[in-house]
T-cell receptor
Framework: KQEVTQIPAALSVPEGENLVLNCSFTDSAIYNLQWFRQDPGKGLTSLLLIQSSQREQTSGRLNASLDKSSGRSTLYIAASQPGDSATYLC??????????FGPGTRLSVLP | EAGVAQSPRYKIIEKRQSVAFWCNPI?????LYWYQQILGQGPKLLIQ????????DSQLPKDRFSAERLKGVDSTLKIQPAKLEDSAVYLCASSPDRDYSYEQYFGPGTRLTVT
């Protein structure tokens, strides 16, 4: 059974810092990994999707990497802004088990 | 293109009452998902539809939860009778199948409070 962890659970950084959020998983039999952001009281917004055959995806200031052999994905945010404050979740599409989400990392970017 | 629509946005009921949620996916998306998100946790998949058929309902508490997808488009999720532990946000998502990426697009969710 796929288990997903995200470390740290919460992170507070000053504006302008580069930061890395981590997602670890136990079963490498995945077909994709998706990073989402969730603002308080809102639904999930897709940030990046990485297919199992890919190693990274980039969108603007965001870069996500995937290393199936080590069971890890990272989300890199460059030059953080207060508007980046949200909860970031990773979700894995698994063969035979469907989608499993991590618990999320709550990010606060201080002006 | 219009996003995933859900209604109602908020619902407060007493335990043992019944409640229903509605979801309209993005036009043309064959796959539809219902998730339950308890405060402070990641979403948990309840049921996945591919067109009219159920692909995965292994985590759906079938003694009280039911779901259907009408003509492969809209979907309803029902709880009857509700328990206190059902208080959560219920999220609907959809995916296009055209490229087998299964990228998910989420609606705003329905926040359920059971008192």
């Amino acid at each position: 059974k796929q288990e997903v962890t995200q470390i740290p659970a919460a992170l507070s950084v000053p504006e302008g810092e580069n930061l890395v959020l981590n997602c670890s998983f136990t079963d490498s039999a995945i077909y994709n990994l998706q990073w989402f952001r969730q603002d308080p009281g809102k639904g999930l917004t897709s940030l990046l999707l990485i297919q199992s055959s890919q190693r990274e995806q980039t969108s603007g200031r965001l870069n996500a990497s995937l290393d199936k052999s080590s069971g890890r994905s990272t989300l890199y945010i460059a030059a953080s802004q207060p508007g980046d404050s949200a909860t970031y979740l990773c979700a894995l599409g698994n063969y035979g088990q469907n989608f499993v989400f991590g618990p999320g990392t709550r990010l606060s970017v201080l002006p | 293109e219009a996003g995933v629509a859900q209604s109602p946005r908020y619902k407060i009921i007493e335990k043992r009452q019944s409640v229903a949620f509605w979801c309209n996916p993005i036009s043309g998306h064959a796959t539809l998902y219902w998730y339950q998100q308890i405060l402070g946790q990641g979403p948990k998949l309840l049921i996945q539809f591919q067109n009219n058929g159920v692909v995965d309902d292994s985590q759906l508490p079938k003694d009280r939860f039911s779901a259907e997808r009408l003509k492969g488009v809209d979907s309803t999720l029902k709880i009857q009778p509700a328990k206190l532990e059902d208080s959560a946000v219920y999220l609907c998502a959809s995916s296009p199948d055209r490229d087998y990426s299964y990228e998910q697009y989420f609606g705003p969710g329905t926040r359920l409070t059971v008192t």
